[in-house]
């Protein structure tokens, strides 16, 4: 069921819910998705990162404006 469901928030583009829904596993099914939870949550990290240098760059260009 978990991974019908992570399946489903995928198809949605919801990866942050899918990691979550994976996370409940247990066993050797956690096992099997063990890799796949870690490239996710680096992606999600690594999307985290560029929206806040976007946000960081637009500061910087609004107060370059402003002046």
């Known amino acids: 069921e978990a991974l019908a469901r992570a399946t489903y928030l995928l198809e949605q583009e919801d990866l942050n819910g899918a990691v979550k829904e994976l996370s409940d ?19 999600l990290n690594a999307e985290e990162a560029v929206k806040v240098l976007r946000a ?3 500061v910087r260009h609004l107060s370059l404006v402003d002046k």
């Open 25 to 43: 596993m247990d066993g050797y099914a956690k096992k099997l998705v063990a890799d796949w939870q870690l490239s996710a949550k680096d992606r």
């Open 56 to 58: 960081g760059t637009a």
